[in-house]
């Protein structure tokens, strides 16, 4: 009966957790500490939602194929860039651009095989966010998007490979997104 009440994969190990914990951990509080520093309390632009979204999923399933580096990188970069051009498009029709931002950027995601769902929050902040969010224009793509996703990315490495059982990436040519095809 346990085998149907408790799912397959679900992690029953206290090493996982403790690793789990520890990158997530780090991750968030080393965006929110750059966030603090950077700005102040009302400005709070540097943590968006879709950090947590990746955290779960970088941290706590690191061999998804949407955890790898390059869906991470890829799939906020594109949700950023589509967002805000649909923002830019569409700048007082919020439901209608948050449903084609969303729609558009798991599309791209799709065609450039950068699936990644938090991105899709990615996409919808730059449309919902607050005035300081959306007044950044294209410069949300690098900081909060790109400085933050490199902060997750540099704290999954290294966490990630600190155990013996955990390796992170799964395909350790990841970076050669020149070729066509990479194993």
Known sequence: MARYVIYKETLIDFNDHFWTFVGSFLGIALIGYINNS?????????????????????????????????????GHLICAIVGVTVHKIMPGQIWLASAFAVSLSIVFMQITKTLHPPGGATALIANIGSEKITSLG???????????????????????????HRHYPKNKN???IWQRRYR
């Open 174 to 176: 990841w970076y050669k």
């Open 138 to 164: 294209y410069k949300y793509v690098f900081s909060p998007v790109l400085t933050g996703v490199l902060v997750l990315l540099l704290v999954a490495l290294f966490v990630n490979n600190r155990a013996a």
């Open 38 to 74: 950077q700005f102040t309390q009302a400005d709070n632009v540097f943590l968006i939602g879709s950090f947590g979204a990746s955290s779960v999923l970088i941290y706590g399933i690191i061999n998804s194929p949407l955890a790898q580096p390059r869906n991470l990188i890829g």
